[in-house]
């Protein structure tokens, strides 16, 4: 067997965005562009609105979305800041049923 090592060199990010919760009236988000082209901040804030539009964040839904929008960030190597006005409850347990 080939042991193929693969150093892929990571990019600095292209695109700069923060996402920030406005607060339980809708609309609930705000996706502002911190730099880089803004046709690709544009696209972004299309499909991450598609995806947060109606759910603020204690929605059950909400987790769910924001690791889409995350990981769509990672695909396009963009730098991705939340800001949701609270603590972010990610390591808490979840409890079932």
């Known amino acids: 067997m ?3 090592a693969t150093d ?7 695109v700069g965005i923060r ?16 730099y880089g082209d803004d046709a690709a901040v544009n ?9 947060l539009q109606l759910l603020p964040p204690h929605d059950p ?3 769910r979305n924001r690791e889409r929008v995350v990981r769509d960030a ?3 190597n963009y730098e991705l800041h939340w800001d949701l006005g609270m603590p972010v409850e990610d390591d ?3 409890q079932s049923l």
């Open 2 to 4: 080939t042991d193929i």
């Open 8 to 14: 892929v060199e990571q990019r600095p990010p292209e």
């Open 19 to 34: 996402i920030v919760y406005l607060g339980p009236v809708a609309p609930h988000w705000e996706i502002e562009g911190l």
């Open 43 to 51: 696209e972004f804030r299309r499909r991450a609105n598609a995806r």
């Open 61 to 63: 839904q909400f987790r």
């Open 74 to 76: 990672e695909r396009e």
């Open 92 to 94: 808490l347990p979840v």
